[in-house]
């Protein structure tokens, strides 16, 4: 169960990667008529500033030890996530309506993607390590790494692109949609995706919880050793030496 619910919550982080990188450009330039050169520089910036914070602040997370610490932490990081893609799902949704170029509007979306690019850039690494440690046996653990990295090609770096797309052009067919909101459906399709890393994060913990009894206290306290009255005896004591 760990192992499947960290490899999910790997590819599902990458999906929203690949997600952003496929629609930002034409998201921006169509909603607030934005430079294209001015869009792929904010992307840029952005995504780079989010991650960044986010691998500076997990750098001091240690997930080979003890996955309890790790999944509770990630799971505050997509809980920030989380509340960043809500931000950003808010900025978009009100740009949409309004029409007008709204600065407003602007800023607040990237606000959210920057707490949204922080926790996602937390999990893909830890998620990692959490999952390629819950393959207790050595000798197949090289294929659970090469599971999970073909998990997460399929599920986050080809769908990523995908799925938006198909979002899009379903929508297009079914409800007659203009340029500006099917890419708002595409982006609703990309950040809400954070939700299903969250949940995969929780489910995680749960099956580490349920696995693995915390240990009381008292078991964890190393046993007191008993001195030896010897070893209070100065180096150079007076008979130490027989002449």
């Known amino acids: 169960k760990l192992y499947c619910r960290s490899a999910m919550a790997f590819a599902s982080s990458n999906y929203v990667n690949a997600g952003l990188a496929f629609i930002w450009i034409r998201l921006f330039v169509e909603l607030w008529k934005m430079d294209k050169q001015l869009s792929v520089v904010s992307y840029l910036l952005l995504t780079g500033v989010g991650g960044g914070l986010g691998i500076c602040h997990s750098s001091g997370i240690e997930g080979s030890h003890d996955p309890r610490l790790t999944l509770t932490y990630l799971r505050k990081a997509m809980c920030n996530s989380c509340l960043g893609a809500v931000m950003t799902l808010v900025g978009l949704s009100l740009q949409l309506i309004r029409g ?19 926790g996602i850039a937390s999990t893909t690494g830890l998620i990692q390590i959490v999952c390629n440690n819950s393959v207790e046996d050595e000798k197949v653990r090289s294929f659970g790494v090469g599971l999970a990295q073909g998990i997460n090609n399929f599920f986050g770096n080809c769908f990523g692109p995908l799925l938006p797309q198909m979002v899009m ?34 489910a995680a913990l749960r099956a580490v919880e349920h696995g693995q009894p915390v240990a009381p206290i008292d078991s964890q306290r190393m046993e007191v050793v008993p001195e030896d009255a010897a070893d209070q005896q100065p180096l150079l004591h007076p008979w130490c030496c027989n002449y």
């Open 100 to 118: 007008d170029i709204r600065h407003i509007f602007l800023f607040l979306t990237w606000f959210g993607v920057i707490l949204l690019c922080m």
């Open 169 to 202: 052009d379903l929508l297009i067919a079914a409800f007659h949609l203009n340029e500006a909101q099917a890419l708002f459906s595409g982006a609703v399709s990309v950040v809400c995706i954070a939700f299903a890393v969250l949940g995969y994060v929780l």
